[in-house]
């Protein structure tokens, strides 16, 4: 269990230093200068005030927060562009749509204590924090109950107590929220309380960082990472090419020369990355990043969310396309969550040959 934390037995504790409360990281600052007024995205991006009334009603049920650099991506007087539609809040936000529900994967039942579920055989997922840097209008857990968990969450002890009573985990993943805007001093008490079980191999950590505020990889959370006693997987978030930079560049390139396996999860979104260009170019971006595509998820049906729908043949279709033009390792895993299924259900259908000019 963890009770006192030695903090002189992590080499990392020595050679990184946690910043004051009154001299936060470089990053925490990006991260706390986020846009979160619709009027200004879209001032930033010279777009029509006429969208401000619906974006200002859908930002009242579901904040709009979208960092700077991230915003420094987009397309400027294009309503359409793919990293703009993942952040505006919109009126199609507001309709009831029958089967989109608030709890869509079941978290609700999974929740064997505060923060912890457990669903799948040999893993658990440790809810390690309920704040994000960016609100994707899409997301699963818009609706989570974030407070009740977190609470709780702010020391490991309850989590690990209840992973110790869990026989079979051997992989332990952090998600949330977002794992990685916990403080550097947060994630340093991880590590101690990892090397006393050896019997968890790999840390996960699923996180929308180290894309949308790549200030995130600086050089204490290297250290960090170098420093675990386990693998560190880190499973990002990417939807479409067009979030790589040069700063996300970066900081892949820093966790790969940290060790860290880079993977990516998408979600399959409707007029983001809903055509066999777009995946193709994701995958391909991905690659030159070091970072090999993962999962590509069907959309969870969250209530406000309908309209970011792909229907499932068509998913089939694109991944059937995906298949037949990239090698096998750029191709993702089509999947849905079904709530009770032992694991993510694959949707992938084989290699479809499209004739150019093709609509699939
Ligand atoms: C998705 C998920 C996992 C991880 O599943 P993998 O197939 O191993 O990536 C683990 N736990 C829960 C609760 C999940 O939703
Ligand atoms: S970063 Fe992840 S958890 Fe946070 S809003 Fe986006 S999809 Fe949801």
């Not at 880079?262 to 809903?274: F, P």
């Not at 079904?338 to 150019?356: E, M, Q």
Request: one cysteine or more; hydrophobic letters at 45%; a neutral charge.
């Amino acid at each position: 269990m963890l009770t006192v934390e030695d903090k002189s037995s992590t080499k990392s504790a020595m050679i990184t230093r946690e910043p004051t409360s009154s001299q936060q990281a470089g990053w925490q600052q990006a991260l706390a200068a986020a846009v979160t007024d619709p009027r200004e995205l879209l001032a930033m991006l010279e777009l029509d005030l006429a969208l401000l009334p619906a974006a200002r009603a859908a930002h009242q049920q579901f904040r709009l927060r979208v960092p700077r650099g991230f915003v420094a991506r987009m397309r400027p007087r294009d309503p359409a562009d793919p990293l703009l539609r993942q952040v505006l809040p919109l009126a199609a936000e507001l309709r009831q749509m029958s089967g989109f529900i608030s709890d869509p994967v079941g978290d609700g039942a999974a929740t064997l204590a505060p923060a912890l579920l457990s669903k799948y055989s040999g893993r658990a997922l440790f809810i390690a924090s309920g704040a994000c840097a960016i609100n994707c209008r899409y997301c699963f857990r818009r609706e989570y109950p974030y407070g009740d968990g977190i609470a709780a969450a702010a020391d490991w002890a309850p989590a690990f107590a209840q992973l110790d009573r869990l026989a079979d985990v051997d992989e332990l993943i952090l998600s949330g929220g977002d794992p990685l805007t916990l403080s550097d001093a947060r994630l340093h008490k991880l590590g101690p309380a990892l090397a006393r079980r050896p019997w968890i191999r790999r840390l996960r950590i699923h996180s929308r960082l180290p894309v949308v505020l790549p200030e995130r990889i600086d050089s204490g959370f290297l250290a960090w990472a170098d420093a675990l006693p386990i693998p560190l997987v880190l499973v990002i978030h990417t939807n479409h090419a067009n979030e790589f930079d040069g700063t996300v560049a970066t900081a892949m390139a820093d966790l790969r020369r940290a060790g860290v396996m880079l993977l990516n999860q998408s979600v399959l979104l409707a007029g983001v990355n809903d055509d066999a260009d777009a995946l193709a170019d994701l995958s391909e971006a991905l690659f030159a990043n070091g970072v090999l595509p993962y999962y590509l998820h069907m959309l969870d049906r969250v209530r406000g969310a309908a309209h970011f729908e792909v229907p499932e043949d068509q998913a089939r279709r694109l991944a059937g396309a995906l298949a037949a033009r990239l090698p096998g390792y750029l191709v993702p895993r089509l999947v849905r969550e079904v709530p009770g299924a032992p694991g993510k259900t694959p949707l992938n259908s084989g290699p479809v040959a499209v004739v150019p000019g093709d609509a699939v």
